[in-house]
């Protein structure tokens, strides 16, 4: 059972930064494509950037250009990068496998809240 939890968000003004991180329980989540996850009140739960086992990135249109993924296989953890952040990036931000892995998904974390207000 793959256990993950979510770190890394916080109140922050429009415009600035947060790291996110995505701490797995097993290195295994290195060999599978993992993606960041966000749901803000009210709307259902998307998908915002995934990574591939190599390192290739795909990134939601809202968030192209502002938010970077990564990943540290040597420490079991997923990164996402979040700049120029705008109020409609407030969610409560999830990581999993991504949603076309047969892996998809895995037990949910209880996320971390990201709040963009001035």
């Known amino acids: 059972q793959v256990q993950l939890v979510e770190s890394g968000g916080g109140l922050v003004q429009p415009g600035g930064s947060l790291r996110l991180s995505c701490a797995a329980s097993?290195?295994?989540?290195?060999?599978?494509?993992m993606g960041w996850y966000r749901q803000a009140p009210g709307k259902q739960r998307e998908l915002v950037a995934s990574?591939?086992?190599?390192?290739?990135?795909n990134y939601a249109d809202s968030v192209k250009g502002r938010f970077t993924i990564s990943r540290d296989k040597s420490t079991n953890t997923v990164y996402l990068q979040m700049n120029s952040l705008k109020p409609e990036d407030t969610a409560v931000y999830y990581c999993?496998?991504?949603?076309?892995?047969?892996?998809?998904?895995?037990?949910w974390g209880q996320g971390t809240q990201v709040t963009v207000s001035s």
């Open positions: 999993n496998a991504d949603q076309g892995s047969a892996y998809y998904p895995f037990s």
């Open positions: 097993t290195s295994a989540v290195n060999n599978i494509f």
């Open positions: 990574i591939s086992s190599i390192g290739s990135t």
